[in-house]
């Protein structure tokens, strides 16, 4: 019998971008309008369907396999852990990702930017954190793409990040940039994250010690959910 015991995370609002803020025009619809209010969570939600590694296929943390030939783009290893508040590993989360291609471009119907799609390239991607905490994607570093949010508006490289405990009512969404990148002052969503340190916990940290030799570049991302530092989070589009 599952536990029905789940643990409750709440946003800061010290590191935390608003629902609503007025340079990312595309986000204007979806922030509520009103108080929000917490809903107690009912046997079902708790209880199923839950989440873990017998969801996750052998190759599905690599988003370059299972295609005849290589993706184009620079080659990446993005790995690190997800940690409590307390710096406590947390084990067993399912940690997903979605990009765009090394050309800017995601593979959905909806994105209409005239880049070209890679049959090489899966696009998203998904691994079940270890005893350590610890998740490690194989992917390419993706490529900025036009968003139409202001005059000439573009979205550095990012990868999206979704986070869920052992239910689908446990589900956290950020993204993560890399480092060195032109476009990151200029990105409203970057932006909207006010806190100088928490703007900058969502930049990758290149870590030579995790480049695999003659195969990917190696950048490290520790995801915090909660405590004196969390990582913002936000919503799942753009």
Known sequence: ???????????????????????????????????????????????????????????DHDLTAGHPGEPIGQRITLSGRVLDGGGRPVTGALVEVWQ???????????????????????????????STGAYSFTTVRPGAYPWRNHDNAWRPAHVHFSLFGVAFTQRLITQVYFPGDPLLPLD?????????????????????????????????????????????LGDDDD
């Open 1 to 59: 019998m599952p536990s029905t015991t789940i643990p409750e995370y709440r946003r800061d609002p010290g590191s935390q971008p608003p629902v609503d803020f007025p340079a990312y025009r595309s986000n204007a619809l979806r922030a509520p309008r009103r108080p929000l209010v917490l809903l107690p969570q009912r046997l079902t939600e708790v209880t199923g369907p839950l989440l873990g590694a017998d969801r996750v296929g052998e190759h």
């Open 100 to 130: 765009a291609n090394a050309a800017g471009r995601y593979r959905h119907d909806a994105d209409r930017h005239p880049a070209p799609l890679d049959p090489n390239f899966t696009g998203a991607g998904r691994c079940v954190t270890d």
């Open 188 to 232: 409203p969503v970057f932006d909207s994250v006010r806190d100088e340190a928490a703007r900058a916990s969502l930049v990758a940290a290149f870590d030579l010690g995790r480049t695999v030799p003659e195969r990917s570049l190696g950048y490290r991302w520790d995801i915090v959910l909660r405590g004196k530092d969390p990582t913002p």
